[in-house]
Every structure is written in C-alpha cells, then in structure tokens.
Nanobody, 122 residues
Framework: VQLQASGGGLVQAGGSLRLSCAASGRAFSSYSMGWFRQAPGKEREFVAT????????VYADSVKGRFTISRDNAKNTVYLQMNNLKPEDTAVYYC????????????????WGQGTQVTVSS
C-alpha cells in the first residue's frame, strides 16, 4: 500500500482545511486508517482513526469536536476535515494504515504517507 497525503497549507486561526490521503494498492477497504501529526521538536502524536467500514471513529481529546475523519472506500481515500484550527494544530500531518495493536500508538501503523504541512497563524 502506498499513501499520498495532500491538502495542507497556511490558514488563519479559526479557519478550516481538509486533508486527503489517497491509497494505492490492494485491500485498502480492509484496513483501518489513521491520521497522526508531528510538530517541530515533538513526537508524532495520534489525531484520529477510522475503522475499515467507516462505522467507528476515535479522536484525540485535543481535536475532538473540531476534526472529522471519514473515508471513501470506492475512491481509496481517507479524509480529515479540520475546523476551528488553532496555532497548536501546526504540524506535519501523516496518514497511515493500521495493521495491529493500540489505535493510539505509532507502532500499530505501517505504510505511512509522506506527510502534508499544516500551518495555523494566530
């Protein structure tokens, strides 16, 4: 599976962005997917995950109520709609395939995308 993330950019606080993660390869619809982010000098942290069917989603407390993860299995794409962005959301955002283990853990994911930069100005 290869992942291509896009949709990042520069936005003012309170603004919105929608990230996309397009997957190539087989069996995308069989996997749960996740979004993580990494700010300069910080560890990569969990943002959100969505089950293979799209029926279950989990969010980090820091983004709950502002971000929405979704997927379109027909298009092999997972999305992250980000509303009411804050300067502390500034980071490189990565999508990844969940292959086993704790959904909040970086180690539970493989096949990471290249990341897309999100910068929120105050």
């Amino acid at each position: 599976v290869q992942l291509q993330a896009s949709g990042g950019g520069l936005v003012q606080a309170g603004g919105s962005l929608r990230l996309s993660c397009a997957a190539s390869g087989r069996a995308f619809s069989s996997y749960s997917m996740g979004w993580f982010r990494q700010a300069p000098g910080k560890e990569r942290e969990f943002v959100a995950t969505i089950r293979w069917s799209g029926g279950t989603t989990v969010y980090a407390d820091s983004v709950k109520g502002r971000f929405t993860i979704s997927r379109d299995n027909a298009k092999n794409t997972v999305y992250l709609q980000m509303n009411n962005l804050k300067p502390e959301d500034t980071a490189v955002y990565y999508c990844a395939v969940h292959t086993g283990g704790n959904y909040y853990s970086v180690g539970a994911y493989d096949y990471w995308g290249q990341g897309t930069q999100v910068t929120v100005s105050s």
